[in-house]
């Protein structure tokens, strides 16, 4: 069965920074992988995705992640936080034909000013 | 905005009433698929619907339900209502078997 685990539950950073999110999966087949956002009070939001081809992914305000398939990682970086980045952080994946989403259970970040 | 729209907003019932969510697909989107999203937890997958058909289904009881009409709008029904049922309710659209897009979420208050 498809699996996502965050390394941290809970990270806390000053602002400028560099951020690391820890996410490892568990399946034997080919799959997407998606870092989702959740500001407070706001809705999910897709942060970046990998479907194929090159495995370093940029994605909106200036996120990246790289896919390492010997490891089954997926980690999510920003080389300079900012207060605004204050959120839930969610790891995902699906198989390539299979529309169903697995979550990990989200890493909260709090971005001291 | 995704154009993936849910309704109510935030909804209160008491245990053992039953409740119907709705979701709006974007234009253009055949499927949609439900999650429910615990306090402090990531989403999970309940069910998903592909062209009026339940198209494969998470590890939740039968009282929860669902429809897909026509025009691929959705409809959540869950029965019986357990305070555990307490959740972010939120739905998603897709072209499959492409990405999806996420709504804004009802939130369920179970009393």
């Known amino acids: 069965a498809q699996s996502v685990s965050q390394h941290n539950h809970h990270v806390i950073l000053s602002e400028a920074a560099s951020l690391e999110l820890g996410c490892n999966y568990s399946y034997g087949g080919t799959v997407n992988l998606f870092w989702y956002v959740q500001y407070p009070g706001q809705h999910l939001q897709l942060l970046l995705k990998?479907?194929?081809?090159?495995?370093l992914v940029k994605g909106i305000k200036g996120f990246e992640a790289e896919f390492i398939k010997s490891k089954f990682s997926f980690n999510l970086r920003k080389p300079s936080v900012q207060w605004s980045d204050t959120a839930e952080y969610f790891c995902?994946?699906?198989?390539?034909?299979?529309?169903?989403?697995?979550f990990g259970k989200g890493t909260r970040l709090h971005i001291l000013p | 905005e995704t154009g993936v729209t849910q309704s109510p907003t935030h909804l209160i019932k008491t245990r053992g009433q039953q409740v119907t969510l709705r979701c709006s697909s974007q234009s253009g989107h055949n499927t949609v698929s439900w999650y429910q999203q615990a306090l402090g937890q990531g989403p999970q997958f309940i069910f998903q619907?592909?062209?009026?058909?339940?198209?494969g289904r998470g590890n939740f009881p039968p009282r929860f339900s669902g429809l897909q009409f026509p025009n691929y709008s959705s409809e959540l029904n869950v029965n019986a209502l357990e305070l555990d049922d307490s959740a972010l309710y939120l739905c998603?659209?897709?072209?499959?078997?492409?990405?999806?897009?996420f709504g804004p979420g009802t939130r369920l208050t179970v009393l």
């Open positions: 998603a659209s897709s072209y499959y078997p492409n990405e999806q897009f």
């Open positions: 990998y479907f194929s081809g090159d495995p």
């Open positions: 619907y592909y062209r009026e058909e339940e198209n």
């Open positions: 995902a994946v699906n198989a390539r034909r299979d529309d169903k989403i697995i």
